[in-house]
């Protein structure tokens, strides 16, 4: 006997796909018209007189994650506590102590980047920002 | 398959409703948990482990327990087995859920469990727990749920599922071993520090598990129209019987050791747990009941004449479960931490939250069970109709 | 149509995988491409105190109270901003004083003289050398350093506790819950910790670093010597050559780096 291929319950499969990607598709009706400039990093006058950090802007731009991430591993992990840039710079590995010696500005350094990219990292659950502030 | 765990009786819905309410209560608070830390648990510096660990225990054993089942029907060729090693395998898979989910609700962490595997160390027994657990769990999914297939269409089940079934027996012996060696080999822990912990720990599991499967055989019976068997109901009472001996026994000869040698390290706990120590003893009633429990369970199933009355041997079956429960859900895990290494006395008493949470992952479990076990029993009485 | 429809989630389910998986081909990708460029390099601190395998002498005989172990317990819970909490509980301690029964119960002496019967003892971690947490710690969160430290990688504890249970010094702490409002003043050049990691003292790694002692032998007024036990030249190595010592829990095999001069 042939088999007729057909559909069953129709009405329930396509009412429940239609709901199915309307929700699948939340995140981009609720976005909707609400495209934000992307932000661009407040540098502090120290970090302008500096003119470089320890590595080019792009490649610090790109890859800070994984070197904040390399620094940990090195420092906890192996003692290694000097980072020698690609320019034969000498760097304290601390986050606290070296990065946001410069950059003390975190609300316009970090969190505008982070909030508008959608990253929430827990560095802070620890590491204090702005260590010079309140001296 | 798993259409035959939607399709029920108002009854079942209800019931699985009811598990789904206390599962949404359990997960609120463990929500609150994961903001604020297990600070909302009466966990402290010196009871660093509590309830949720101590769940954890019991239920490994009552996982470990359908080797009891598996065993004699595929080593032993025993026949009445073959009905109902299907519902030991879909408890152990629904135990080794609850195991899981209460190692998760216990971790500081949660969100960095991965670091386990993402960095494995084989000196950590923790580490071959977590190997040998979801071990576990993957063989009796695939078993379970393979045998069932096959009887349903009525066929053999594959031939490849054999092999899984004979290493899910040593694989059987294996969770409850590694979980008692979490504790028995640490230095300081005089309470756990015994070659006898993990024996201890089997023997209390198959007293446990079965007696919990016979509860749940006399449960199906009433409520479906599938009947677990006379016979495979009283050899399950038998092995309760040798389980339960068998674990008393085991603690007899703790207790002969620890009170001979008089060594206080190993003493004082037990001092703790059955008589109290400097005045502390919040569990002293509670590992009394636990005594007698089992004691009342021994009379009535070494009888032969309570045994198969089956109304008796549910009394028993209760007095097993709730006997081994207080020991080694209560008793086990406080008993090893007090008094603390620095001999402080600073007791463990779960707090209103954390017995919420630790709900919730039972209602978890019962839910994986009574669904499994729908599914088991709707494919019998399709069979038998 | 039941083949079909298995066929078609055979398919959905390994396209779904495939798609989950980009992410990891993506990271690996990136890092190859930047991974030969940079030469940057990492280096140990310059004038960094070093040593085969640190170890600590407690000289009891300069104590007479515990007012005098006062200073030393502060300065180390002021500088690893240590919380304070009303719930003893949630206690957490890396340095802190004990009577002689509880900080050495296994040489219990009812009739101990009156001097150590009511003088309290320091008590810390041990960095022992064969450390029962090391073993325990599933993740290598707890680990042991070159020199003896057994150190903790905060990033990677996942909170399980499994080393509370195997320190039998009860020297661990565990964070139950947010530490940061506990802390009474921050010591803003080291960290706090977040709620549901372990912790303990790191015998003052970040000042080894610096080339200073550690921050309780410091406050001491002499009464703590810090060195390194595999040199026989050391300090520690000539006070335990000349004073009798003990140590805690011997029996248990760890091998204590805390000496007791009693």
Not at chain 2, 62 to 83: E, I
Not at chain 2, 99 to 113: E, H, K, S, T, Y
Not at chain 2, 274 to 294: A, D, I, N, R
């Amino acid at each position: 006997m042939p088999e007729e291929k057909k559909i069953y319950n129709k009405g329930f499969v396509v009412a429940g796909l239609i709901i199915f990607i309307t929700i699948f598709m939340f995140p981009f009706w609720y976005n909707l018209g609400k495209a934000a400039p992307v932000p661009e990093p407040v540098l502090t006058e120290k970090a302008k007189a500096a003119k470089e950090c320890i590595e080019p802007k792009s490649y610090m731009k790109a890859e800070h994650m994984q070197i904040l991430d390399d620094w940990r591993s090195s420092v906890v992990r192996d003692e290694n506590r000097v980072y020698v840039s690609s320019k034969e710079k000498e760097f304290d590995m601390s986050l606290s102590n070296t990065c946001l010696d410069c950059h003390s500005n975190k609300a316009d350094f970090c969190d505008k980047c982070h909030n508008y990219a959608s990253v929430n990292p827990y560095c802070w659950d620890c590491h204090i920002d702005k260590p010079k502030e309140n001296k | 398959m798993l259409e035959l765990a939607f399709k029920g009786s108002k009854r079942y819905y209800g019931w699985m409703t009811a598990l789904l309410a206390v599962i949404g209560v359990g997960f609120g608070c463990y929500l609150w948990q994961l903001s604020f830390g297990l600070g909302i648990t009466g966990m402290s510096r010196d009871v660093s482990w509590g309830f949720y660990i101590a769940q954890f225990t019991f239920l490994v054993g009552v996982a470990a327990s359908a080797v009891m089942l598996v065993l004699p029907y595929y080593l032993h060729n025993y026949k009445a087995f073959g009905k109902i090693t299907i519902l030991g395998e879909f408890l152990a898979v629904s135990s080794v859920t609850m195991c899981l989910l209460f190692i998760i609700v216990d971790l500081g962490q949660p969100m960095r469990a991965f670091n386990v595997i993402l960095y494995p160390t084989p000196n950590s027994i923790l580490f071959w727990d977590m190997i040998v657990l979801n071990g576990y769990l993957f063989l009796n999914v695939v078993i379970g749920w393979q045998v069932l297939e096959a009887e349903r269409n009525s066929v053999a089940p594959p031939a490849w599922v054999k092999p899984l079934i004979y290493v899910s027996i040593p694989w059987a012996v294996s969770i409850h071993t590694v979980t008692a060696f979490l504790y028995c080999g640490l230095p300081g822990r005089g309470f756990w520090l015994t070659a006898i912990l993990a024996p201890r720990f089997l023997a209390s599991a198959f007293a446990a598990g079965p007696s919990f499967l016979i509860l749940l055989c006399l449960i199906i019976r009433k409520l479906t129209k599938f009947d677990p068997g006379k016979e495979q109901i009283q050899t399950l009472a038998k092995i309760v019987t040798y389980g339960i001996i068998m674990n008393v026994f085991f603690l007899l000869c703790e207790v002969f050791v620890v009170f001979y040698s008089k060594i206080p390290e190993h003493m004082d706990h037990m001092k703790y747990l059955f008589v109290g120590l400097h005045g502390h003893g919040v569990l002293v009633p509670w590992m009394w009941t636990s005594v007698s429990l089992m004691l009342t369970a021994i009379i009535l199933l070494v009888n032969p004449m309570t045994r198969k009355n089956e109304p008796v041997l549910a009394v028993a079956c209760l007095c097993v479960f709730f006997g081994t429960w207080i020991d080694k859900g209560l008793g086990m895990i406080s008993g090893g931490f007090v008094p603390s290494p620095l001999h402080h006395v600073n007791e463990y008493v779960p707090t209103i939250p954390e017995i919420i949470i630790t709900m919730g992952v039972y209602a978890t479990g019962f839910l994986v069970l009574t669904a499994l076990f729908k599914m088991a029993v709707s494919v019998k009485e399709e069979l038998s109709a | 149509m039941e083949n079909s429809r298995r066929t078609f989630l055979k398919i959905a389910g390994i396209s779904a995988l495939g798609l989950s998986a980009k992410p990891v081909f993506n990271a690996f990708a990136v890092s190859e491409e930047h991974g030969g460029k940079k030469e940057a390099k990492v280096l140990p601190k310059k004038g960094a105190l070093t040593a085969k395998r640190w170890a600590l002498v407690i000289d009891t005989t300069k104590f007479k109270s515990a007012k005098d172990l006062e200073p030393i317990i502060e300065a180390c819970h002021k500088i690893h901003n240590i919380p304070v909490f009303e719930n003893k509980r949630h206690e957490i301690k890396w340095i802190w004083e004990e009577e002689f029964k509880h900080a050495f119960p296994d040489l219990e002496n009812e009739h101990i003289n009156d001097r150590i019967k009511s003088l309290p003892f320091l008590v810390l971690c041990n960095q022992c050398q064969d450390a029962p947490c090391v073993r325990a710690c599933p993740t290598k969160a707890t680990f042991k350093q070159e020199d003896g430290i057994v150190a903790m990688d905060f990033h990677r504890c996942i909170g399980c506790r499994f080393c509370m249970a195997a320190c039998p010094y009860g020297s661990r702490s565990f964070n139950f819950r947010d530490p940061r409002p506990f802390i009474k003043e921050t010591n803003k050049k080291f960290p706090t910790r977040m709620k549901g990691v372990v912790e303990k003292c790191n015998f003052c790694s970040e000042l080894l670093a610096e080339g200073k002692q550690p921050a309780c032998v410091e406050a001491s007024g002499g009464a703590l010597i810090f060195g390194d036990l595999e040199d026989p030249e050391s300090e520690v190595r000539k006070l335990l050559k000349s004073n009798y010592t003990i140590r805690r829990k011997t029996a248990l095999g760890t091998g204590p780096s805390i000496y007791y001069i009693v």
